[in-house]
């Protein structure tokens, strides 16, 4: 990113899960790039990111910009010393789903910063589940004590107003991946008519016995029953995603009604390259929450598979719900939604359209208010 000479220069450190491969975080982390590009050109200034990382040279090939590992701490506090503030997220960074390390980790990257006299700010995060409920006054603490807090759903803005942080500081806005474009000089484009639609498959292992992923076979096999389809697996977590792919692929195949196909996408490492192939489905089953978000960005028709409430509450604010979830998938019920689907699109772009769009306008606030506010902080 080239600097204007005579701009004002705002060095900032993006806290969140990066560097890892995965295709969701990934399209966070670009989407929060480009917002505050977009808007720090609208107002004369340059945002300089500097990204902690779990892979600082692959982080800084794909994205042009600085990065630090996030795992040393003679970088990371070197990065925000040097700094005009910092923000956390997006993404599911304040849970502990996934390890009891992750609370920790992340408030304490917020609370240097503010130990450093750094402004915070918490870019529509997630936050939750907190099972552990010794984590609540850390969250309270970084979060009263952050310049600007947005939350990607008003089940998060709950839980922090409920740990004490005020309610009228905590804004509710989308997911950044809302407002991310298609690659330049490239556009959507479905299947030909006459050939067989493209139905995106995007599905993570979560049971341990598979389960699961056998009541979604078991799903997608009652559609090719019903008609032709060409179902394009879309692996979002690199190798997790490809693995449970390739499986469900494998029991597929020799199964599948007359004139249905199974493929497997292999869109590399960029988030944009993802968001174009999520654009050329015709509909989309989706359990991963940003497949179901690079849907909705590209108006695609979409059922959800639930595994996590954060995937009901994004569905919710579309005017939708699961079709199922990881403990009970009806296969003659999906069928029967997904042709409907597949058979009027417009008639799912009318009802959903006005929500979309409002969503994909919304995505902006965060880079708008930050981009403000640091400006605000160097005039006094």
């Avoid at 960074?93 to 402004?119: C, F, N, R, V, W």
């Avoid at 991946?177 to 690659?183: A, E, R």
């Avoid at 599905?203 to 179902?231: C, N």
């Avoid at 995603?241 to 590399?268: F, H, I, K, N, T």
Wanted: hydrophobic share 40%; with cysteine; aromatic share 6%.
């Amino acid at each position: 990113m080239g600097l204007a000479n005579d701009s004002e220069v705002f060095r900032i450190v993006i806290s969140g899960y990066y560097g890892f491969r995965n295709s969701g975080d990934e399209a966070v982390l670009r989407s929060i790039l480009m917002a505050l590009e977009a808007e720090g050109a609208a107002r004369g200034v340059q945002i300089v990111p500097v990204v902690l990382s779990i892979d600082p040279a692959w982080t800084k090939k794909m994205y042009g910009v600085e990065s630090v590992h996030r795992m040393r701490p003679a970088e990371v506090l070197q990065a925000v010393r040097g700094s005009d503030g910092l923000i956390s997220g997006g993404g599911s960074l304040l849970q502990d789903a996934t390890s009891a390390k992750t609370i920790p980790y992340y408030a304490g990257i917020m609370k240097l910063a503010q130990l450093l006299g750094k402004p915070t700010f918490v870019y529509a995060q997630g936050i939750g589940p907190v099972n552990r409920r010794y984590m609540d006054p850390l969250i309270r603490h970084v979060m009263r004590r952050s310049s600007y807090v947005s939350v990607r759903d008003f089940a998060s803005a709950e839980l922090l107003s409920a740990m004490g942080v005020p309610q009228d500081r905590i804004e509710v806005v989308p997911d950044p991946v809302m407002g991310l474009p298609l690659p330049d000089g490239s556009a959507a484009e479905r299947g030909a008519a006459g050939t067989p639609p493209v139905v995106g498959v995007s599905l993570r292992r979560w049971r341990q016995d598979g389960a699961d992923m056998a009541r979604a076979a078991e799903a997608l096999l009652a559609l090719s029953h019903r008609r032709a389809v060409r179902l394009r697996f879309l692996p979002f977590h690199t190798p997790d995603d490809r693995e449970v792919s390739e499986w469900m692929m494998e029991r597929l195949r020799g199964r599948l009604g007359e004139g249905s196909s199974v493929e497997l996408a292999a869109p590399g490492d960029d988030p944009q390259q993802m968001l174009l192939e999520v654009s050329r489905c015709d509909m989309l089953l989706g359990m991963r929450l940003h497949a179901l978000i690079y849907a909705a960005n590209q108006s695609v028709p979409m059922l959800g598979l639930s595994y996590d409430p954060k995937i009901d509450q994004f569905l919710q604010r579309i005017g939708l719900s699961p079709i199922g979830t990881t403990e009970s998938l009806d296969a003659e019920r999906f069928a029967d939604a997904a042709c409907a689907l597949l058979d009027n699109p417009v008639g799912w772009r009318d009802a959903h359209g006005a929500a979309i769009s409002r969503l994909i306008e919304q995505s902006q606030q965060p880079a708008q208010q930050i981009v403000s506010k640091l400006r605000h902080n160097r005039s006094r």
